[in-house]
């Protein structure tokens, strides 16, 4: 096989695998628009909101804090006395 007919065969399966590509691309646009019409059928609803998460109070984050602390020491929660906690 020449240069030419090794750069030809190159450029060929190149151009096959981007059809390909470019072909799935398509398929899956129309699978997507098809199933969106499908389900779209029932109600026009919203769907609902949730709610925001809860504010946690200082206390709770500093439980939390103190005990990553003491894993992570391997001490006992008695043994730590945490003056202060702020955000880096």
């Known amino acids: 096989m020449t240069v030419g007919e090794s750069v030809l065969t190159s450029v060929m399966g190149f151009f096959i ?3 390909m590509l470019a072909f799935l691309a398509i398929v899956i646009l129309i699978f ?5 019409a499908v389900s779209g059928k029932g109600s026009k609803q919203p769907a609902p909101v949730a709610a925001a998460p809860a ?16 894993e992570e020491l391997n001490a006992d929660p008695n043994e730590l006395v945490i003056k202060g906690i702020r955000e880096v």
């Open 17 to 19: 695998v981007f059809a």
């Open 32 to 36: 997507a628009k098809v199933a969106g």
């Open 55 to 70: 504010v946690e109070d200082a206390s709770e984050k500093i439980a939390i804090i103190t005990s990553v602390i003491c």
